[in-house]
Protein backbone atom coordinates (compact mmCIF):
# COMPACT_ATOMS: atom_id res chain seq x y z
CA UNK A 1 0.00 0.00 0.00
CA UNK A 2 1.25 3.43 -0.80
CA UNK A 3 1.41 6.49 1.12
CA UNK A 4 1.90 8.88 -1.43
CA UNK A 5 2.73 12.74 -0.37
CA UNK A 6 2.33 16.01 -1.92
CA UNK A 7 5.06 16.34 -4.56
CA UNK A 8 5.54 12.88 -5.29
CA UNK A 9 5.49 11.31 -8.61
CA UNK A 10 1.29 10.41 -9.02
CA UNK A 11 1.06 5.89 -10.16
CA UNK A 12 0.81 5.65 -13.56
CA UNK A 13 -2.34 3.76 -13.99
CA UNK A 14 -4.61 2.79 -16.79
CA UNK A 15 -8.15 1.16 -16.60
CA UNK A 16 -10.90 0.96 -18.57
CA UNK A 17 -13.32 3.40 -18.43
CA UNK A 18 -17.06 4.08 -18.99
CA UNK A 19 -18.38 4.67 -22.72
CA UNK A 20 -15.45 1.98 -23.28
CA UNK A 21 -13.11 4.26 -23.03
CA UNK A 22 -9.45 3.49 -22.04
CA UNK A 23 -8.33 6.25 -19.39
CA UNK A 24 -4.34 6.44 -18.11
CA UNK A 25 -2.62 8.95 -16.52
CA UNK A 26 -0.18 9.27 -19.47
CA UNK A 27 -3.16 10.67 -21.26
CA UNK A 28 -3.43 13.85 -19.11
CA UNK A 29 0.46 14.53 -18.87
CA UNK A 30 0.12 18.76 -19.44
CA UNK A 31 -3.13 19.17 -17.55
CA UNK A 32 -4.22 18.82 -14.10
CA UNK A 33 -6.01 15.92 -13.61
CA UNK A 34 -8.82 15.80 -10.11
CA UNK A 35 -8.41 11.67 -9.55
CA UNK A 36 -10.97 11.35 -7.04
CA UNK A 37 -11.92 7.49 -5.37
CA UNK A 38 -14.90 6.43 -4.12
CA UNK A 39 -16.77 3.38 -2.76
CA UNK A 40 -19.85 2.40 -4.92
CA UNK A 41 -21.00 3.55 -7.74
CA UNK A 42 -25.08 4.57 -6.83
CA UNK A 43 -24.81 5.08 -3.38
CA UNK A 44 -26.08 8.33 -1.74
CA UNK A 45 -22.61 9.69 -1.11
CA UNK A 46 -21.05 8.40 -3.89
CA UNK A 47 -24.10 9.94 -6.66
CA UNK A 48 -24.14 13.19 -4.66
CA UNK A 49 -20.02 13.63 -5.46
CA UNK A 50 -20.32 12.15 -8.52
CA UNK A 51 -23.23 14.69 -9.62
CA UNK A 52 -21.66 17.15 -7.83
CA UNK A 53 -18.69 17.32 -9.91
CA UNK A 54 -20.33 16.74 -13.20
CA UNK A 55 -22.65 20.06 -12.83
CA UNK A 56 -18.96 21.71 -12.58
CA UNK A 57 -17.19 19.93 -15.09
CA UNK A 58 -17.36 23.09 -17.29
CA UNK A 59 -15.93 25.14 -14.36
CA UNK A 60 -12.62 22.63 -13.66
CA UNK A 61 -12.39 22.20 -18.05
CA UNK A 62 -11.92 25.96 -17.81
CA UNK A 63 -9.36 25.85 -15.43
CA UNK A 64 -7.72 23.05 -17.41
CA UNK A 65 -8.59 20.26 -15.00
CA UNK A 66 -9.59 16.86 -16.28
CA UNK A 67 -12.21 15.09 -13.58
CA UNK A 68 -11.87 11.09 -13.19
CA UNK A 69 -13.60 8.88 -10.54
CA UNK A 70 -11.96 5.49 -10.06
CA UNK A 71 -13.86 2.56 -7.76
CA UNK A 72 -13.92 -1.14 -7.88
CA UNK A 73 -17.32 -1.41 -10.25
CA UNK A 74 -17.78 -2.72 -13.12
CA UNK A 75 -17.26 -1.15 -16.48
CA UNK A 76 -21.14 -1.84 -16.93
CA UNK A 77 -22.07 -0.52 -13.59
CA UNK A 78 -20.24 2.35 -14.64
CA UNK A 79 -21.82 2.66 -17.70
CA UNK A 80 -25.14 2.14 -15.52
CA UNK A 81 -24.33 5.10 -13.16
CA UNK A 82 -23.90 7.42 -15.65
CA UNK A 83 -26.70 7.21 -18.16
CA UNK A 84 -29.17 7.08 -14.66
CA UNK A 85 -27.87 10.30 -13.29
CA UNK A 86 -26.76 11.85 -16.20
CA UNK A 87 -23.15 12.05 -15.34
CA UNK A 88 -20.58 13.68 -17.61
CA UNK A 89 -17.15 12.95 -15.58
CA UNK A 90 -14.83 9.90 -16.57
CA UNK A 91 -15.62 6.83 -14.34
CA UNK A 92 -12.59 4.35 -14.08
CA UNK A 93 -12.91 0.58 -13.37
CA UNK A 94 -10.39 -0.95 -10.96
CA UNK A 95 -12.23 -4.08 -10.34
CA UNK A 96 -8.32 -5.73 -9.05
CA UNK A 97 -7.97 -2.58 -7.02
CA UNK A 98 -4.49 -2.27 -8.21
CA UNK A 99 -4.73 1.29 -8.95
CA UNK A 100 -6.44 1.96 -5.65
CA UNK A 101 -3.79 0.05 -3.99
CA UNK A 102 -1.19 2.07 -5.55
CA UNK A 103 -2.51 5.09 -4.49
CA UNK A 104 -3.00 3.99 -0.40
CA UNK A 105 -6.62 4.36 -0.95
CA UNK A 106 -7.64 0.41 -0.30
CA UNK A 107 -8.28 -0.08 3.45
CA UNK A 108 -9.72 -1.98 6.28
CA UNK A 109 -13.40 -0.71 6.82
CA UNK A 110 -15.82 -1.74 9.13
CA UNK A 111 -19.55 -0.95 9.62
CA UNK A 112 -21.61 -2.88 12.08
CA UNK A 113 -18.76 -4.52 13.47
CA UNK A 114 -17.79 -6.18 10.33
CA UNK A 115 -15.11 -5.30 8.88
CA UNK A 116 -13.71 -5.50 5.20
CA UNK A 117 -11.62 -4.08 2.73
CA UNK A 118 -12.55 -1.40 0.60
CA UNK A 119 -11.67 2.15 -0.93
CA UNK A 120 -11.58 5.13 1.23
CA UNK A 121 -13.10 8.09 0.11
CA UNK A 122 -9.84 10.21 -1.02
CA UNK A 123 -9.33 12.99 -3.86
CA UNK A 124 -5.70 13.22 -5.41
CA UNK A 125 -5.09 16.42 -7.77
CA UNK A 126 -2.10 15.34 -9.66
CA UNK A 127 -0.13 18.32 -11.75
CA UNK A 128 0.72 18.91 -15.46
CA UNK A 129 4.20 17.48 -14.78
CA UNK A 130 1.88 13.76 -13.00
CA UNK A 131 2.99 14.87 -9.61
CA UNK A 132 0.49 15.03 -6.41
CA UNK A 133 -0.25 18.42 -5.85
CA UNK A 134 -2.76 18.00 -3.31
CA UNK A 135 -4.68 15.40 -1.11
CA UNK A 136 -8.21 14.76 0.50
CA UNK A 137 -8.29 12.12 2.48
CA UNK A 138 -11.26 10.84 3.86
CA UNK A 139 -13.55 13.55 1.95
CA UNK A 140 -16.65 14.65 3.29
CA UNK A 141 -18.75 15.13 0.01
CA UNK A 142 -20.97 18.06 0.95
CA UNK A 143 -19.22 20.98 -0.64
CA UNK A 144 -15.92 18.80 -1.75
CA UNK A 145 -16.17 19.27 -5.50
CA UNK A 146 -16.16 23.54 -5.07
CA UNK A 147 -13.33 23.13 -2.54
CA UNK A 148 -11.59 20.85 -4.88
CA UNK A 149 -12.02 23.38 -8.03
CA UNK A 150 -10.83 26.30 -5.95
CA UNK A 151 -7.38 24.93 -5.56
CA UNK A 152 -7.18 23.78 -8.65
CA UNK A 153 -7.38 27.64 -9.82
CA UNK A 154 -5.61 27.89 -7.38
CA UNK A 155 -2.35 25.75 -8.73
Not at 39 to 67: M, N, R, V, W, Y
Not at 99 to 128: C, N
Request: with cysteine; glycine share 8%; net charge neutral.
Amino acid sequence: MANLNIGDDAPDFTLPGNGAQTISLASFRGKRLVLYFYPKDDTTACTTEAISFSQLLPDFDKAGAAIVGVSADSVKKHDNFVSKRELTIALGSDEDTAVSQAYGVWKEKSMYGKTYMGIERTTFLIDPAGRVARIWPKVKVAGHAEEVLAAVKAL
